[in-house]
């Protein structure tokens, strides 16, 4: 299933006519539409990492999700002297807060431009060499808890730069910046959905996911991160079986997933087709 994410209807409203969603109701929270034929999903999240984060996480409950799935937040960013309406994908995500960061693993072939993207806490004007947004890195905390990095990117439209400040954008052009934008993000979206598919064919982890989960008590969510880290695991060690790294000091399911989550991340990669 793909995922999308956005901050604001005005983003959302061309994604979901393409792909016919309809609003499925919501409790409260967030708005969600479905399409369970296309096997489509949207969320508006509302501005904010912190909004966004929790609208992941919603989704994912709710829709029922699992580690094979795409997630894609779609949005405008700003950035120093890159022209209105520039589609980008993000090929590394800081959150300005916190310093922490991210380096989605860009795995198919794709003519959209890659670009830095810095997450920051509330608007500015003050533009320089990196986009800028307010929502990736909340997206990119929840989503790597339960999806492969592989699966999870951030689309981000510049909407404003220092000769178009943000002050004056409008809704419908906002709208229209994703419009114009929207056979290059539907087909990003297929092609990620073709990548899950491949992934999925890789060698079973459930012997792996069952020896592992023998040692500790998992919960839902600890279940489903720990399936993501496997596919992860096996694209990346292929033949060689995660299980086997681990010894019993490592007790708990964080320990677990932490320990290998730290030496994925200590692997050097070469999927990447970025700058």
Known sequence: MIHFICALLAEARPIIEFYQLKHIGHDGLFNIYYNEAAEVSLTVSGVGKLACSAASIYSFDVLDSNASDVWINVGIAGHEKHPIGKLFLANYIEDQGSNLSWYPQILIKTNIEQENLLTLDKPSNQYDKNLFDMEASGFMHSCSRFSTMELIHSLKIISDNALQPSLAIQKSEITLLVKNNLVNITQFAQQLRELSADLNKQPDIENQFMLITNKSHFSHYQRNRLRSILSRWQLINQGTEANFYL????????????????????????FSTGK
């Open 247 to 270: 010894d019993e000091s490592l007790r708990s399911a964080e320990e677990i997933m932490s320990f290998l989550e730290n030496h994925l991340d200590n692997l050097p990669m070469h």
